[in-house]
């Protein structure tokens, strides 16, 4: 079965930077674009880009570009989100999704890794 | 503000069939197919229907979806206790190149 893993919540300092895994198994991983989204407390969702496991080829959304960076290892079927100079409105739980086989919004998600910007 | 516009809020007694909307502009609902989540209170979004109105394995009949032009509609036939959660619709946007979402219907199953 589809599994997607994030790693650990993070808490992290104004300007600070925060780089969250997402671990794929279940499925070939460089078969499936990978997106990643946002969700702030109590609030809806944000779209905040997504990675071509095949190749690394990434588009980000307007409001990202410049601060965030999408990587991934194909070695072990790990893509990763690095957010710089973080602000407090960056205080979020922040999601892997894989691309649906059949549409390009996601289908399986990851549980979630919770940032929080504090000083 | 999301881009696209769901009711905040949805009720609705055991049994009854509920249905929240998803509507939006011709770059993203009126030309890509909506999938719907459903959130449940500290977990991450389910996939309930893709691609307008199919169901993934798994999910419910009980859980319907439909389109007509620039609006989606996610139907719940006989509500249960379970049901209750928030909603979630989305879609391609041609313009954006990526996913917008709706705000999220919170249901209350009373």
């Known amino acids: 079965q589809v599994q997607l893993v994030q790693s650990g919540a993070e808490v992290k300092k104004p300007g600070a930077s925060v780089k969250v895994s997402c671990k794929a198994s279940?499925?070939?991983?460089?078969?499936?674009?990978m997106h990643w989204v946002r969700q702030a407390p109590g609030q809806g969702f944000e779209w905040m880009g997504w990675?071509?496991?095949?190749?690394?080829?990434?588009i980000y959304a307007q409001k990202f570009q410049g601060r965030v960076t999408m990587t991934r290892d194909t070695a072990i079927s790990t893509a990763y989100m690095e957010l710089t100079r973080l602000r407090s409105d960056d205080t979020a739980v922040y999601y892997c999704?894989?691309?649906?086989?059949?549409?390009?919004?996601?289908?399986?998600w990851g549980q979630g890794t919770l940032v929080t910007v504090s000083s | 503000q999301s881009v696209l516009t769901q009711p905040p809020s949805a009720s609705g007694t055991p049994g009854q069939r509920v249905t929240i909307s998803c509507s939006g502009g011709?770059?993203?609902?009126?030309?890509?197919?909506v999938n719907w989540y459903q959130q449940l209170p500290g977990t991450a979004p389910k996939l309930l229907i893709y691609?307008?109105?199919q169901r993934p394995s798994g999910v419910p009949d009980r859980f319907s979806g439909s389109k007509s032009g620039t609006s989606a509609s996610l139907a719940i036939s006989g509500l249960q206790s379970e049901d209750e959660a928030d909603y979630y619709c989305?879609?391609?946007?041609?313009?954006?190149?990526?996913?917008?979402f709706g705000g999220g219907t919170k249901l209350t199953v009373l």
């Open positions: 989305a879609a391609w946007d041609d313009s954006l190149n990526g996913v917008v």
């Open positions: 990675i071509n496991p095949n190749g690394g080829g990434t």
């Open positions: 279940g499925y070939t991983f460089t078969d499936y674009y």
């Open positions: 011709s770059s993203y609902v009126g030309t890509n197919t």
């Open positions: 999704a894989r691309r649906g086989r059949e549409s390009l919004p996601p289908d399986y």
């Open positions: 691609t307008n109105n």
